[in-house]
């Protein structure tokens, strides 16, 4: 693994007792496969981890525009250095004795060009601090942040991929989440919180990089360190996907069941259609989508339902059309959405 983190606080700290019982719905151990990497989270943040599908070119072109933002505002931020460091040192100097063309002499000057000057003057204080405090430290740690990476490091470690882990950490409201566990109404807020951040639909639309808010931010070194075990063969990329993984002080470290609403098979099926569609997109094959689409429910339209015989049939026509355009169905299925394709 890249780094070990731990549970962020300094100072050894007696281990914790767990309880031996197991915890309660929708909550479970998770899986011992990512143990290596759950040693790495911080026990005070909440982590989800899914599997991002989007076509690489798709995601090369969303990173390049913080990369461009960032290098201009490096730019701007040496250009603005350059021009008025030295107004600065002329100011310093002029205050230590050293006249120049700064020296004010208010003795000598009306005030019409006093006011004048002293605003000139705090504006560009003012200017030069908003820059210092809030602007200045974005370039920097877009390169060069350490604490949970950085964006440069990750596409430098994992690249531009198919198929790439995301993974993302709580922000500040993890901090009033309660006993998310035992008290009834923090578990109910905590799961409607991950319920609508881990929604297919939301997943299925925007990639990892576009998933930063005002809740959630990305763990750039997480996401370094669950590559790390794929490609070590230490865990498959199936393992992280949707993995919701948050600490309790009763029962350690827990993953939390997403697939128990009444709605999580249409999601996930929705969810498969969705990466199937885009998979296709990016093929050139998008129309052969809409084809497959229409003639599934020209079928189950048809007088006397959509009975066994009939699927066989519409399942036979489809694959013939797909391998019309060159495309074999049941392993493009499987190489954009994993798993065995609908019959």
Known sequence: MARLRGSGKSG????????DTGPPAPFKRPPEVLQPFIDTLDEKHIYITHIDSHPRDFKRKIFTVPVLMNLALAGLFVYRMYTIVPYYLRIVASVLGYYNETTVIVEEMEWNEIIPEVGKRAASFMIDFLLFVFVWHWPLDFCLAQEHG????????VGFKDREVVV????????NVGDFVNDAAAKSLFVSRIGMSTAPMLLNEKTGYLLMNAEWDLDWAAMVDAHTMVDRKMAAIEAFKTVVLAYHEDYGWLSVDMKGGENADEDERRRQVFAFRDALASVGKEDLFYRWIETVQFETEKAGGFTKENQEQVAKQIRDMFKKEGIDFDEFWKESVGGDAPN
């Open 12 to 19: 050894p700290k007696p281990p914790k007792q767990k309880k």
């Open 150 to 157: 950085n964006p440069v490091s990750w596409r430098l470690s």
């Open 168 to 175: 993302r950490r709580s922000r500040k409201w993890d901090e």
